[in-house]
């Protein structure tokens, strides 16, 4: 029996929505409003497949710049398994961002696969988990993110991303309910963080600081803000210990662990600087 043709269109911002129902249904945990933040960093870069006008299966292909695109929010829904769709999908993301350098975050069973693909290993992601509560005696030091221009978090951050996403820190940043704190030097920014409500607890990220001292300023007070029993999920380069030092030393466990991959060679990052990436759907 020949399966019916796969229609690939881009999503509308709704279809992203119900895209994070399914990643919630697959364990993700997504943020409660990261589509709006999402959709705004490249509102064509979200593809679904339809088939007779049911949706069935969703890739993200965000390209950043002129130079960098991220692949994240893979997934077709289960019924659908094993018959040639999510491949269909798969081409049709990295056609999107041919040219580029291509990075992802992939669960370490897939990474073989992504290889096939001209996929090559970075780095691991170790995903801790802790909670929240606490307090910082340096956190009066911290200011939000909304005290401070945009022009100056977006010259910070692009220290630690390969492309600029102003777009997307825009909303990032500023959504409600997220909590953006930064710290201000002479110069300007040393470091800057977000967390964000998610379906379960919360996730920090980004997390970049000049120092150790600047990141433990940040995380402790963002714990600060949450109660003891919300979780809380930091996602940490294996690059930098001070980064996996910083969660054991809040005491958090490791839960998951990803790949980060690119098709080129990997981009010329401060890696000792980050100590929380963005997202694992986005980079």
């Known amino acids: ?66 130079s960098f695109g991220f692949i994240g929010g893979y997934i077709v829904k289960p019924a659908w398994r094993g018959r040639g769709y999510g491949w269909a999908l798969w081409q049709a993301a990295m056609q999107r961002l041919s040219g580029r350098n291509i990075g992802l975050d992939g669960v370490l069973a897939q990474q073989a696969n992504y290889a096939k693909s001209g996929f090559h290993l970075a780095h691991r992601n170790f995903r801790y988990e802790g909670r929240g ?29 390969p492309e600029e996403r102003a777009r997307f820190l825009q909303r990032w940043v500023r959504q409600e309910q997220h909590v953006a704190l930064g710290v201000a030097g002479a110069e300007g920014l040393t470091g800057y963080v977000v967390a964000r409500p998610c379906r379960t607890g919360y996730k920090v990220g980004p997390l970049f600081a000049d120092t150790p001292a600047v990141a433990e300023q940040l995380f402790a007070s963002v714990l600060g803000k949450l109660t003891p029993e919300q979780p809380v999920f930091l996602d940490v380069p294996e690059l930098n210990p001070a980064a996996v030092a910083l969660a054991e030393r809040h005491q958090m466990q490791r839960c998951f662990e990803t790949a980060r991959m690119y098709t080129r060679e990997a981009p010329e990052l401060s890696m000792d600087r980050q100590y929380g990436i963005t997202t694992f759907e986005l980079g």
């Open 1 to 66: 029996m020949v399966a019916p043709p796969l229609e690939i269109r881009h999503m509308s911002e709704v279809e992203l929505g119900l895209a994070l129902e399914w990643a919630a249904d697959e364990g993700w945990n997504p943020g409660l409003r990261d589509a709006a933040c999402f959709y705004a960093a490249d509102p064509e870069g979200f593809l679904i497949g339809v088939l007779d006008g049911e949706p069935v299966a969703s890739i993200f292909a965000v390209r950043y710049g002129a």
């Open 133 to 161: 509560g606490g307090h910082s005696a340096d956190a009066h030091a911290t200011v939000p993110l909304s005290a401070l221009s945009d022009v100056e978090i977006y010259r910070y951050d692009r220290r630690y991303f």
